[in-house]
């Protein structure tokens, strides 16, 4: 099994639905970032989050939501998709010093 | 914000030929990271450098840390097809935020046959 695994892989959605990416983590790290990728803009954060009661905005956060159900859970959601979220979404956990993240495999969104 | 610059964004070269990618900040990081990203996948780490002046060998790739920490390169000899990829650098800051990683936009190489 994958040390962090995302779901669904891909996903197409309508504007206004509710959406939630899962994420979980055999890496038994406490923290975990989400992360969206766009052509020309590189890899953003959203959110991320220390252990299961610390969790932060990243510098992306608007029109997202996160909860962290468990050390090896965290979930993302997109409360009312809209086509600019449409994007490359990947999930991450480190280790506390940081250095070096282990990535899921991602999950390509399409809003339409 | 720390902003990591990458050059070149494009290279397309002969498989045997060396080439270098290059990652600059005019802000010091604690750590930088290289990492690979092949198409539908995600990134997966390279190496970690954490000391100014580092050089770290991963078979014919080089990485090496500036002495300021403002800046790192990554060299590949005898490139071969499997090395084509998006090169990711990225960077821990100082003051507390080792925690965020900073992405620089990536180098697309493309290794042709």
Known sequence: ?112 | TQLLEQSPQFLSIQEGENLTVYCNSSSVFSSLQWYRQEPGEGPVLLVTVVTGGEVKKLKRLTFQFGDARKDSSLHITAAQPGDTGLYLCAGSGEGGSNYKLTFGKGTLLTVNP
């Not at chain 1, 959605?13 to 989400?34: A, F, P, V």
């Not at chain 1, 766009?38 to 909860?67: A, H, M, Q, T, W």
């Not at chain 1, 159900?69 to 999930?91: D, G, H, R, V």
Request: net charge positive; aromatic share 14%.
């Open chain 1, 1 to 112: 099994d994958a040390d962090v695994t995302q779901t669904p892989r891909n996903r197409i959605t309508k504007t206004g639905k509710r959406i939630m990416l899962e994420c979980s983590q055999t890496k038994g790290h406490d923290r975990m970032y989400w992360y969206r990728q766009d052509p020309g803009l590189g890899l953003r954060l959203i959110y991320y989050s220390f252990d299961v009661k610390d969790i932060n905005k990243g510098e992306i956060s608007d029109g997202y939501s996160v909860s962290r159900q468990a050390q090896a859970k965290f979930s993302l959601s997109l409360e009312s998709a809209i086509p600019n979220q449409t994007a490359l979404y990947f999930c991450a956990t480190s280790d506390f010093y940081g250095y070096g993240y282990t990535f899921g495999s991602g999950t390509r969104l399409t809003v339409v």
